[in-house]
Structures are given as structure tokens and as C-alpha cells.
């Protein structure tokens, strides 16, 4: 079965521009994740979503950030406009939630490859 | 608030040599799940084990083995006879059930096995 796959791989925009980051989650999971790694902060989490319902958002820097799940299978994390700051490899991570007695805590989350964000 | 340390930020070895990741988390809740995952220098974060609160027995897999003690809130990682392939960076990361399902990553180690 194919992992979480992301979309692109590497992106360079210039300040001002937005920026879509995508990601396909392994099928059959019902969370997804996404998270930003930098040198200054490691990783941290953005956003995640249950069910396609975003659960809590409180990562996300600003409002200049966006993200939607529209379907179990696709998601999208939005910037615009970007910045210099925004830099960053972008991953998504997936996972089941509910396959274990305590009701799903602690599943295994799964990682795409990321995405290496540039803003110029 | 739960919060994962990984005091070692990188660490140097010789192939064959053994390696010892520390890591030290803090939590309020009684169950929780650690984390190992390893990020090698393609960038991808690769899934290693899971360990949940209520289940103290170390785990070894191949080369790689874990030491998970309550009593000091450590979840330390061992690689035995490192090779270069084993060069990479080490997340230690942590969930509780007081935040749902949300991952505290550590620091991360960067572990360089030279040949």
C-alpha cells in the first residue's frame, strides 16, 4: 500500500505569492496531520483533522495559514500570502484512530515525505 | 503540558560502536504513548516503535533496542554495533490522552556512525 504522499516535493516562491501544499493520506486512515520543521522551532504541529474535521487549529501561526480536508483522501494546507518566514519543510502525517481498546490514543502516525517550502 | 527532552544534540561514533539516545518526557496524564522516529539525511520521517504507558517491558528489534523506565520518565533508545547506514536524527516524541492525539516531538539527536 502506498504511504501518505505529498505534493510537490520542493517548491521556491517569491514573498507575496500563495502557496498550496498537498497531501493524500494512507487509505483507511481517518487522521491527518500537518506539521513545519525548522531549524529555530523542530517540529511542530499546525493543524489536525479527525474524520476530515479539523480538531484543533492552535498551531497554525496566523491567519495567512489555511487548511481543508475536503475528503478522507486529500488535504490541503494553504499560505497566502507567503512569506520568507514561511520557509520550511511542510509534512503531513497520517494515522487510525480507533484500532486500539483506549479508543484510538496513541496510533502510530505515519509521515509523506514533505514538502521543502522556499519563499523568496 | 507535556513536553519531550532530548539533552544530547548530536552524537559521534565509529562503526560497530554502541550508541545511546536519551530521552526524558514530562506528562501529567497516566496514559500516554512514547515514540521513536528516525529522519535520515533524505528527510523523511520513518516510523521505529511505539510504547504505551502501562507496558514497562523493553523491546529490542535487530540492532535496535528501548529501555522505557517510568520511575525516571525515560524512553532511551540503543543502537548496538552502529553502522553508517544508522547515521540520521533521532525524534523521541510523546502523545497523552489529555491532548488527544497530537505528537511533542523532542529535539532531536543527530546521530554520524562514521566507517
Known amino acids: 500500500d502506498a504511504g501518505v504522499i505529498q505534493s510537490p516535493r520542493h517548491e521556491v516562491t517569491e514573498m507575496g505569492q500563495e502557496v498550496t501544499l498537498r497531501c493524500k493520506p494512507i487509505?483507511?486512515?481517518?487522521?491527518l496531520f500537518w506539521y513545519r520543521q525548522t531549524m529555530m522551532r523542530g517540529l511542530e504541529l499546525l493543524i489536525y483533522f479527525n474524520n476530515n474535521v479539523p480538531i484543533d487549529d492552535s498551531g497554525m501561526p496566523e491567519d495567512r495559514f489555511s487548511a481543508k480536508m475536503p475528503n478522507a483522501s486529500f488535504s490541503t494546507l494553504k499560505i497566502q500570502p507567503s512569506e520568507p518566514r514561511d520557509s520550511a519543510v511542510y509534512f503531513c502525517?497520517?494515522?487510525?484512530?480507533?484500532?486500539?481498546?483506549?479508543?484510538?490514543?496513541?496510533?502510530?502516525?505515519?509521515f509523506g515525505p514533505g514538502t521543502r517550502l522556499l519563499v523568496l | 503540558a507535556q513536553k519531550v527532552t532530548q539533552a544530547q544534540t548530536e552524537i559521534s561514533v565509529v562503526e560497530k560502536e554502541d550508541v545511546t539516545l536519551d530521552c526524558v518526557y514530562e506528562?501529567?496524564?497516566?496514559?500516554?504513548?512514547l515514540f521513536w522516529y528516525k529522519q535520515p539525511p533524505s528527510g523523511e520521517l520513518v516510523f521505529l516503535i511505539r510504547r504505551n504507558s502501562f507496558d514497562e517491558q523493553n523491546e529490542i528489534s535487530g540492532r535496535y533496542s528501548w529501555n522505557f523506565q517510568k520511575s525516571t520518565s525515560s524512553f532511551n533508545f540503543t543502537i548496538t554495533a552502529s553502522q553508517v547506514v544508522d547515521s540520521a536524527v533521532y525524534f523521541c516524541a510523546l502523545t497523552e490522552k489529555a491532548a488527544g492525539n497530537k505528537l511533542t516531538f523532542g529535539g532531536g539527536t543527530r546521530v554520524l556512525v562514521k566507517p
Open positions: 502525517a497520517s494515522s487510525l484512530i480507533g484500532a486500539t481498546p483506549d479508543r484510538g490514543l496513541g496510533e502510530t502516525q505515519y
Open positions: 506528562t501529567r496524564d497516566t496514559t500516554y504513548y
Open positions: 487509505s483507511g486512515h481517518n487522521s
